[in-house]
Antibody, heavy 127, light 108 residues
Framework: EVQLVESGGGLVQPGGSLRLSCAAS????????MNWVRQAPGKGLEWLSY????????YYADSVKGRFTISRDNAKNSLYLQMNSLRAEDTAVYYC????????????????????WGQGTLVTVSS | SYVLTQPPSVSVAPGKTARITCGGN??????VHWYQQRPGQAPVLVVY???DRPSGIPERFSGSNSGNTATLTISRVEAGDEADYYC???????????FGGGTKLTVL
């Protein structure tokens, strides 16, 4: 059974940092692209970042580019999101999500869709 | 940036058909994916690549995409279908994933 379990959320002051983790099990983590998606309280879904299986191709949403860093450790079956310079508007539930599509025939990788999601971890940015 | 427009709410009686639209410029040229999110739960993929269903998703869920509108159709609606539904595409020009604003489906 595919499982994604996020952790690391909590209360942090504006300008602070936090590192989220996503522990994967039930599939060959090193073969899949992964994403982070967040949802502010009472709001819709917002995609944040994508990383390919090897970690060599990464995309970011404009809202977090330069502040957030996605990474992965395939040996530990884990995905990470380092969040710096946090703002009140970063308050949200953060989900990791698996992307099953892989690269196309020319080796081009990009986010496709998200077939499994974790249960989310809440990040609250407040003084 | 690319914008996906969904109606904020759709209401339907049990047993009837619900149609949730997702509007975007030339969205018919993109692959559209749909997610269901029940209150307090993580999203679940219900349709991918416009009209394909993941295993375990009932045949009552179907999708179509043409021109400037993609549509998620839920036939024979049940009380358990009450949820928020989001459409999603990849916008290559900006290298961004885009979600629609979401539609709250209410089963009367």
């Amino acid at each position: 059974e595919v499982q994604l379990v996020e952790s690391g959320g909590g209360l942090v002051q504006p300008g602070g940092s936090l590192r989220l983790s996503c522990a994967a099990s039930g599939f060959t983590f090193s073969s899949y692209e992964m994403n982070w998606v967040r949802q502010a309280p009472g709001k819709g879904l917002e995609w944040l970042s994508y990383i390919i299986s090897s970690g060599t191709t990464i995309y970011y949403a404009d809202s977090v580019k330069g502040r957030f860093t996605i990474s992965r450790d395939n040996a530990k079956n884990s995905l990470y999101l380092q969040m710096n310079s946090l703002r009140a508007e970063d308050t949200a539930v953060y989900y990791c999500a698996r992307d099953p599509a892989g690269g196309d025939s020319s080796g081009y990788y990009r986010p496709y869709y998200f077939d499994y999601w974790g249960q989310g971890t809440l990040v609250t940015v407040s003084s | 940036s690319y914008v996906l427009t969904q109606p904020p709410s759709v209401s339907v009686a049990p047993g009837k058909t619900a149609r949730i639209t997702c509007g975007g410029n030339d969205i018919g040229t993109k692959s559209v994916h749909w997610y269901q999110q029940r209150p307090g739960q993580a999203p679940v993929l219900v349709v991918y690549d416009d009209s394909d269903r993941p295993s375990g998703i009932p045949e009552r869920f179907s999708g179509s995409n043409s021109g400037n509108t993609a549509t998620l159709t839920i036939s024979r609606v049940e009380a358990g279908d009450e949820a928020d539904y989001y459409c999603q595409v990849w916008h290559g020009s900006s290298d961004h994933v885009v979600f629609g604003g979401g539609t709250k489906l209410t089963v009367l």
